[in-house]
């Protein structure tokens, strides 16, 4: 059964800092493209962050660059999210998902490139 099991949310004040973890299970983990994506109540689902297998490369959205970092320990089947400078426009539900097998650049951003997502992580930031 393949799953992604989120964690590491909570509430945070605007300027502090959270990590998020991912754990996977069911495939091959150091095979996919990883990915961070948000929710915000009454939004579309978006982009936040993507990882290559090797974690060589790095894809932000332009809302989280500078202030997160994406990671990942493959011998661990983890991703994270590292969050700094946290805003209250972050606060979402935060989502893992697996990407393709292949590094696709910038389309990276899309959404449907991913599947099996998790079921998420709440960040609340307050101001």
């Known amino acids: 059964q393949v799953q992604l099991v989120e964690s590491g949310g909570g509430l945070v004040q605007a300027g502090g800092s959270l990590r998020l973890s991912c754990l996977a299970s069911g495939r091959t983990f150091s095979n996919y493209v990883m990915g961070w994506f948000r929710q915000a109540p009454g939004k579309e689902r978006e982009f936040v962050a993507a990882i290559r297998r090797t974690g060589f490369s790095t894809l932000y959205a332009d809302s989280v660059k500078g202030r997160f970092t994406i990671s990942r320990d493959n011998s661990k089947n983890t991703v994270y999210l590292q969050m700094t400078s946290l805003k209250p426009e972050d606060t979402a539900v935060y989502y893992c998902?697996?990407?393709?097998?292949?590094?696709?650049?910038?389309?990276?951003?899309?959404?449907?490139?991913?599947?099996?997502w998790g079921q998420g992580t709440q960040v609340t930031v307050s101001s």
């Open positions: 998902a697996f990407g393709p097998t292949v590094w696709m650049g910038d389309r990276q951003k899309e959404k449907k490139l991913y599947d099996t």
